[in-house]
């Protein structure tokens, strides 16, 4: 059973960056197309982008020019960076896994605990 | 693609059906319809119930069942219980990935 885990600052400047990590554990990072999904306060789910295991990524393109996700394969690790955050930034950051692998973000089945990032001076 | 358009709100009393709808969903470029449906609890991540538009994950209970007509998805829970009040989100991937705005049910 994988196990995603979201960690990194919860507090943040504005017009700073923004920058996570998430961690696989129970699986192996290989093959499936890993991706950032957010939720602002009192609202709906909002997708980031992916990044697969070789490094290809497609990103949203609400926040393409802020965006930039890496994958360290070593550790089972991939990374999101937002940079020039501001306070809509302000969301609970997940990152989720989909069903089947090396077929795109098809859904997302399995999803980390979610961490909450605060944009604020 | 745009973003999926999904009913505010809906609500039922136990042991009820109900269907909640998302129009805007698309086929990718091979033509397979790409549809997942999410549960959420308050202060929970969310949870996936159904994906390519039909299918159930193993442990999510028969009750949840999706279906398409054309650019509409639906979700339906049967027998609705007072755990399924939550909200629930569509999701459709075209090529790249929308979700609706969510629905938040309520068991009366």
């Known amino acids: 059973q994988v196990q995603l885990q979201e960690s990194g600052p919860e507090l943040v400047k504005p017009s700073e960056t923004l920058s996570l990590t998430c961690t696989v554990s129970g699986g192996s990072i290989s093959n499936y197309y890993w991706s950032w999904v957010r939720q602002s306060p009192g609202k709906g789910l909002e997708w980031i982008g992916y990044i697969f295991h070789s490094g290809h990524t497609d990103y949203n393109p609400f926040f393409k020019g802020r965006v930039a996700m890496s994958v360290d394969t070593s550790t089972n690790q991939f990374s999101l960076r937002l940079t020039s955050v501001t306070a809509a930034d302000t969301a609970v950051y997940y990152c989720?896994?989909?069903?089947?692998?090396?077929?795109?973000?098809?859904?997302?089945?399995?999803w980390g605990r979610g961490i909450l990032v605060t944009v604020s001076s | 693609q745009s973003a999926l358009t999904q009913p505010p709100f809906a609500s039922g009393s136990p042991g009820q059906s109900v269907t909640i709808s998302c129009t805007g969903v698309s086929s990718d470029v091979r033509g397979y319809d790409f549809v997942s449906w999410y549960q959420q609890h308050p202060g929970k991540a969310p949870k996936l119930l159904i994906f390519?538009?039909?299918k159930r994950p193993s442990g999510v209970p028969d009750r949840f069942s999706g279906s398409q007509s054309g650019n509409t998805a639906f979700l339906t829970v049967s027998g609705l219980q007072a755990e399924d009040e939550a909200d629930y989100y569509c999701?459709?991937?075209?090529?790249?990935?929308?979700f609706g705005g969510g629905t938040k049910l309520t068991v009366l």
């Open positions: 989720a896994r989909p069903t089947t692998a090396a077929a795109g973000p098809t859904d997302f089945h399995s």
């Open positions: 999701s459709s991937y075209a090529g790249t990935v929308v």
């Open positions: 390519e538009v039909n």
